[in-house]
């Protein structure tokens, strides 16, 4: 990134092509839409550009990246006023495998867990994903949230108690809004 910022622009097309699929599958997770998550990756990437003076090289790259893509999410959805927690449903699709039951009770597992994930807060649903799916370490986490790496800790241990009791109301039926 510093060599973008000192004009070199050919680097940020390396850039692109080492973050942007991580970057999208934070998205992704985060909304289920396809093409608004090419659209932030995209904005995303734009505003990189044109903010690379700012960029000092300390800290990770990826944790800039991650600043910044938070706040284009968290901009499209106000500017759209789509509510962030909302996930929209999607398909899923067996696959070639001899067991079928297994596979039906597997999706079945997959769809409460994904709903279970959608119940909480979005603030709960981020950190989880960032620390489970992106494999953010719990101080990059702290760093983009601006807290203590303990109450990222803390913070993901009640999200990960609020979700298992999210799925299992879910699996008894009894969950009501």
Partial sequence: MLKVKDGDL??????????????????????????????MVQVTFMKILKSKHNFTGQGEFSMWLYTIGRNVMYDHFRKNKVQLDDISEHENSLYDQSDVEQELETLEELSLLEKALGKLPVCDKEVLIMSRFEHLKYKQIADLFKVSEGAIKMKVRRALIQLKNNYIQLERGGYHE
């Fill in 10 to 39: 050919d680097q940020l097309a390396l850039l692109y092509e080492r973050y942007k699929n991580r970057l999208f599958g934070y998205f992704y997770k985060m909304n289920r839409n396809t093409s608004v998550c090419e659209d």
